[in-house]
């Protein structure tokens, strides 16, 4: 059975850092892109960074030069560190695995509030 958990959401305030982990099992991880999505409230779900198989990484622009993805094979978990955060950056943070389209799954969401 394939567990996705996310860990390390909560309030902070603007410019604050929070670090976000998400502890997967189940699944071959080092075969997987992993992702973080987040999701505004009354927002659609969006795409926040991306880091593949290989460790190469993506961001979205509102994040670039804030957030940093990182992943550690051997745990079998993705991180994602946030910092300078802004109240926009507010919202359910899930994590995402993907083995090219074929196999994806969702975790149950961290919540991360950002007071301004």
């Known amino acids: 059975q394939v567990h996705l958990v996310e860990s390390g959401g909560g309030l902070v305030q603007a410019g604050g850092s929070l670090s976000l982990s998400c502890a997967t099992s189940?699944?071959?991880?080092?075969?997987?892109?992993l992702s973080w999505y987040r999701q505004a409230p009354g927002k659609q779900r969006e795409l926040v960074a991306l880091?593949?198989?290989?460790?190469?990484?993506n961001y979205a622009d509102s994040v670039k030069g804030r957030f940093t993805i990182s992943r550690d094979n051997a745990k079998k978990s993705v991180y994602l560190q946030m910092d300078n955060l802004k109240p926009e950056d507010t919202g359910v943070y899930y994590c995402?695995?993907?083995?090219?389209?074929?196999?994806?799954?969702w975790g149950q969401g961290a919540q991360v509030t950002v007071s301004s």
């Open positions: 995402y695995a993907d083995l090219e389209r074929t196999r994806t799954y």
């Open positions: 880091i593949t198989a290989s460790k190469h990484t």
């Open positions: 189940g699944i071959s991880f080092s075969f997987y892109s």
